[in-house]
């Protein structure tokens, strides 16, 4: 299973850090081993600054490879919120020296993913997904205000890389990221459902 995860896909994000609107999807990954479900989460020692980053996050239902945006749909059976965890620090570091992200963002448990949700008659979850940190709103989006859909984003990706069986798109997030200490508490809700809590350690 591999983790394929957008940058910048709302606009209001990528002004919050100081990028420009892209013309095409940013996209990067991160292995298994970033996966968890876990809802205790330890802060890594390796970073000083970590953020966390909401995202609507969908699963991949067959292979698929140079998918024509308008076939997308059929191949996401399951979608969910998750966390781009992200050593905000390290990343602007490896920004700095054009350097790759992986060392900012594909850290053990830096993808987390709450409980599945099946794609009922593949209807887009369109609502609104909100992050709560120790019960304050910071996050809110929804896939009207992404810069680039869910299936414009497999058909792109596909084109490079070949999904497969269960692997993840992580679809970006919305402005608001913002660091972590132990003690926080996360909340997740969707259409003012809770989707997960995350105690981070
Ligand atoms: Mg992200």
Known sequence: ??????????????????????????????????????????????????????????RISKTASNVLESDALAYFDAWTLGIDFTARDIQEELKAKRLPWEKAKAFDCSAFCAAFVNLSNQKLPENRFNLHLNKQLVQSGCISEMIFSPMQLLAYVS???????????YTGTPAGVGPLKSGDILSGTYDFTQIFEIQMK
Not at 159 to 169: N, Q, S, V
Request: aromatic share 12%.
């Open 1 to 58: 299973m591999k983790i394929i995860c957008i940058g910048r896909n709302f606009l209001d994000h990528a002004k919050e850090m100081n990028a420009e609107q892209p013309s095409e999807p940013v996209f990067f990954i991160k292995p298994e081993t970033a996966f968890t479900s876990q809802t205790e989460l330890k802060i890594p020692e390796f970073t000083n600054n970590l953020n966390y980053e909401l995202e609507l996050v969908f």
């Open 159 to 169: 084109r490079f890389i070949t999904l497969h069986k269960d692997d993840l798109l």
